[in-house]
């Protein structure tokens, strides 16, 4: 044992992340009466968004409000947070994790609820006005802005399936190709397109038009400008993954970035390392989030459970 390990301060569990998967990781742990530490770097993904839909009895909460909640819930508990950042750990018997302000804390399970960051594509104007008339998901935001003039700005072909989806909350939808070329276009992708309704504009979109603080149109290289009210677009997940790596989870790749491998529970294939919300995958609204980690945190409560016993045998 080192002496940085020595002279850390022991919990039985680390969350590393104060997220909805975090907190419902700490809520579990601390109801179970585990000695448990979160660590909330502060950066949830949903900030820019003024409201969360979907998530049954909390519909149209805001994320700082739904954040600040879970926080005096899990304290109730004696679970204790703390507004730093995990900037690396180790493992041997247990894990060691040093944080950003010096604070070397250690556990003997550790939970990676980090999220991901979204990536926009470099389009003037567009970062100003995401989670507000700039959206990337219809499940979370279609509804407010029902029958509203839809523009989709296209990344890759996948696009399409974007536009097709949003749909089904306008019938006034555009599809700006932007970097996509129109030869990219699948024969079903234009048949389907067509029987949705949905226009094609193509041409590289230079930026955005917006009137008294909101968004009146597209704008395209050329000068020319189309009047929409909201934009639909997909960011470029960018998962908040290198602890997991660096410990030695195994990761695969899929479409959506690099992610550990993972069981139903989120234990990794590092034994007591544990992944939850979008840290474990791309597709993790709120309220799945929220189930991963009351999941990871209830099979962590047995796995110390029995693993105390057998100890306690072994004896």
């Given at each position: 044992?080192?002496?940085?390990?020595?002279?850390?301060?022991?919990?039985?569990?680390?969350?590393?992340?104060?997220?909805?998967?975090?907190?419902?990781?700490?809520?579990?742990?601390?109801?179970?009466?585990?000695?448990?530490?979160?660590?909330?770097?502060?950066?949830?993904?949903?900030a820019p968004a003024a409201h969360m839909q979907g998530y049954l009895s909390r519909d149209g909460m805001s994320p700082a409000e739904f954040l600040a909640t879970g926080r005096e819930e899990i304290a109730r508990y004696g679970v204790e947070l703390v507004r730093d950042r995990a900037v690396d750990a180790t493992r041997d018997d247990g894990f060691t994790v040093t944080l950003a302000g010096g604070r070397t804390v250690r556990a003997r399970q550790l939970v990676v609820a980090t999220g991901l960051k979204d990536e926009l594509p470099?389009?003037?104007?567009?970062?100003?006005?995401?989670?507000?008339?700039?959206?990337?998901?219809?499940?979370?935001?279609?509804?407010?802005?029902?029958?509203?003039?839809?523009?989709?700005?296209?990344?890759?072909?996948?696009?399409?399936?974007?536009?097709?989806?949003?749909?089904?909350?306008?019938?006034?939808?555009?599809?700006?190709?932007?970097t996509v070329t129109e030869a990219e276009l699948s024969a079903d992708d234009l048949r389907r397109l067509a029987a949705a309704g949905v226009r094609v504009v193509p041409g590289e979109v230079a930026g955005l038009v917006v009137e008294d603080d909101r968004l009146t149109g597209v704008r395209l290289g050329d000068g020319s400008a189309h009047a929409r009210e909201t934009l639909f677009?997909?960011?470029?997940?960018?998962?908040?993954?290198?602890?997991?790596?660096?410990?030695?989870?195994?990761?695969?790749?899929?479409?959506?970035?690099?992610?550990?491998v993972v069981d139903g529970r989120g234990l990794t294939t590092v034994p007591g390392l544990w992944a939850a919300g979008n840290a474990s995958g791309f597709a993790e609204q709120?309220?799945?989030?929220?189930?991963?980690?009351?999941?990871?945190?209830?099979?962590?409560?047995?796995?110390?459970?029995?693993?105390?016993?057998?100890?306690?045998?072994?004896?």
């Open positions: 044992m080192t002496e940085n390990t020595a002279l850390a301060d022991s919990y039985e569990v680390i969350v590393i992340g104060g997220g909805a998967a975090g907190l419902s990781a700490g809520l579990v742990l601390g109801r179970s009466r585990r000695r448990t530490l979160v660590v909330d770097a502060g950066e949830p993904r949903n470099p389009v003037e104007g567009l970062a100003e006005r995401f989670g507000r008339d700039v959206l990337h998901c219809p499940y979370c935001h279609g509804w407010e802005v029902r029958d509203q003039a839809f523009g989709v700005l296209a990344t890759s072909p996948m696009s399409v399936h974007q536009a097709l989806i949003v749909t089904q909350w306008s019938k006034d939808v555009t599809l700006f190709l932007h677009v997909a960011p470029r997940a960018v998962p908040r993954t290198d602890l997991l790596a660096r410990l030695g989870a195994e990761m695969t790749e899929t479409p959506f970035g690099v992610y550990p709120v309220i799945n989030a929220a189930s991963r980690g009351y999941r990871a945190g209830a099979a962590i409560n047995g796995e110390l459970l029995l693993n105390d016993l057998d100890a306690a045998v072994q004896v």
